[in-house]
T-cell receptor, first 112, second 111 residues
Framework: DSGVTQTPKHLITATGQRVTLRCSPRSGDLSVYWYQQSLDQGLQFLIQYYNGEERAKGNILERFSAQQFPDLHSELNLSSLELGDSALYFC???????????FGPGTRLTVL | TQLLEQSPQFLSIQEGENLTVYCNSSSVFSSLQWYRQEPGEGPVLLVTVVTGGEVKKLKRLTFQFGDARKDSSLHITAAQPGDTGLYLCAGDVYNFNKFYFGSGTKLNVKP
């Protein structure tokens, strides 16, 4: 158990819909990262937050947005969903100085 | 083009064999991590290497960070079916505030 929690574990929805994925970091970790992993693909970095502020941005679509709240949990919002958005979405958290990332169990999103 | 190139992409071996997975880049990394991921689960951290030339051993796994901090290798001795999974290298580029993952090596160890 990494100490990072993600909800829900599974999500099935239809094209055009909007969903919110939630992540709670390990106790004491200030950074939260979001990744997308499509079938048989590597991890694609989406975005990082540090103590409530956006820190780094990867290949995140404009239809996707995220935020980190004062209690440090984070939400990833996916809107106008397309079939190609079906994937595993992972959250990870870390703290300096090493900033090693610890991953949650992921949310499997299926868009029908 | 991936910033971190892993090879091989796939590896299928018999139990008891040795193997090496490589992670290469043209960029210098402040640190590099190796993760193992099982299907449908999140990656699990195996090791972090931070010093050029560093070698770390974790039971049958040996991790090496290149002298120039641009590459790394993972060597598994006497592989077991329980080693099966996706092995990912990852790291933060020196002086560049982003974290990158390699494309992964899918290992299958047959009993």
């Amino acid at each position: 158990d990494s100490g990072v929690t993600q909800t829900p574990k599974h999500l099935i929805t239809a094209t055009g819909q909007r969903v919110t994925l939630r992540c709670s970091p390990r106790s004491g970790d200030l950074s939260v990262y979001w990744y997308q992993q499509s079938l048989d693909q590597g991890l694609q970095f989406l975005i990082q937050y540090y103590n409530g502020e956006e820190r780094a941005k990867g290949n995140i679509l404009e239809r996707f947005s995220a935020q980190q709240f004062p209690d440090l949990h984070s939400e990833l919002n996916l809107s106008s969903l397309e079939l190609g958005d079906s994937a595993l979405y992972f959250c990870a958290s870390s703290s300096p100085p090493k900033d090693t990332q610890y991953f949650g169990p992921g949310t499997r999103l299926t868009v029908l | 083009t991936q910033l971190l190139e892993q090879s091989p992409q796939f590896l299928s071996i018999q139990e008891g064999e040795n193997l090496t997975v490589y992670c290469n880049s043209s960029s210098v990394f402040s640190s590099l991590q190796w993760y193992r991921q099982e299907p449908g689960e999140g990656p699990v951290l195996l090791v972090t290497v931070v010093t050029g030339g560093e070698v770390k051993k974790l039971k049958r796994l040996t991790f090496q960070f290149g002298d120039a901090r641009k590459d790394s290798s993972l060597h598994i001795t006497a592989a077991q079916p329980g080693d099966t999974g996706l092995y990912l290298c990852a790291g933060d580029v020196y002086n560049f505030n982003k974290f990158y993952f390699g494309s992964g090596t899918k290992l299958n160890v047959k009993p």
